[in-house]
């Protein structure tokens, strides 16, 4: 399976180069096809990583790439449920640098921009807009209706990075694993992490 190989591939090369230290980092996974960018960006994103999967996403998981909740567990530093509304994440004075949600539902997008926090991705969303922390979510839904677009319009007002789950082609892809390293390239980029994902245009 393409998506299993891609992630195989970087473990065995160990590609991750943990360039910042001492950062925080809150990695939810949501029901969106595309699980493979949530994957990617654990294993190349350096400090501390707390993973939160929402049950679509686990399954959506185990489908597309064909890795299982326990494999992708041991990625990160600390995780927790998506029903575990307790936990430390869930609190404003829990310190955290950054949240990214790779991929995005549209189910998580519009709960999001309406302040819906009844999940620990969306109270961990709602918490990082009330703290004005970086959010980073990574829709990934095509075509969109007009409640989508408007859903997201107002996450980006919010300042929330929309960032789609949308691979150029100027670096000259060959395989899978170029076009969904570019969207995980350019989710770093957001932060100003260092690496050497995708070649940038006319580099
Ligand atoms: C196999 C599969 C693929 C899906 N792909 C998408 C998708 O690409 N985008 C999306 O917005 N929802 C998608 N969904 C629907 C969401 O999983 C569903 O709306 C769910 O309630 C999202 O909940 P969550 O955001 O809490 O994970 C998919 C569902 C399944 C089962």
């Known amino acids: 399976m393409p998506a299993r190989r891609i992630v195989d591939n970087h ?6 180069t943990p360039i910042v ?3 925080r980092f809150i990695v939810c996974i949501s029901g969106a096809s595309g699980s493979v960018y949530g ?10 990583k707390t993973l939160v999967m929402s049950p679509t996403a686990k399954e959506i998981m185990e489908y597309e790439c064909g890795i299982e909740y326990e494999e992708v567990k041991a990625l990160a530093d600390h995780v927790h ?3 575990e509304l307790g ?5 404003g ?11 995005c539902s549209m189910s998580t997008v519009a709960k999001m921009s309406q302040g819906i926090a009844d999940t620990l991705i969306t109270r961990v969303a709602s918490v990082a807009l009330k703290e004005g922390r970086k959010l980073v979510i990574v829709p990934r839904e095509t075509p969109k209706s007009q409640f989508m677009l408007e859903n997201e319009l107002r996450l980006a007002r919010a300042g929330v ?12 892809p060959i395989e899978l694993g170029d076009l969904v390293d570019f969207v995980v390239g350019r ?8 690496h050497s994902l995708y070649r940038r245009w006319r580099d």
Request: glycine letters at 2%.
């Open 93 to 103: 004075s829990n310190r955290v640098d950054a949240v990214f949600i790779v991929p």
């Open 39 to 48: 994957l990617r960006l654990l294993q190349e994103l350096p400090g501390e």
């Open 161 to 172: 990075t929309v960032l789609d789950a949308s691979p150029a082609f100027y670096h000259r």
């Open 81 to 83: 449920e998506d029903d």
């Open 87 to 91: 936990a430390p994440v869930a609190s």
């Open 11 to 16: 473990q065995k090369l160990n590609l991750c």
């Open 21 to 23: 230290n001492l950062v």
């Open 187 to 194: 989710m770093l980029d957001q932060l100003e992490i260092e």
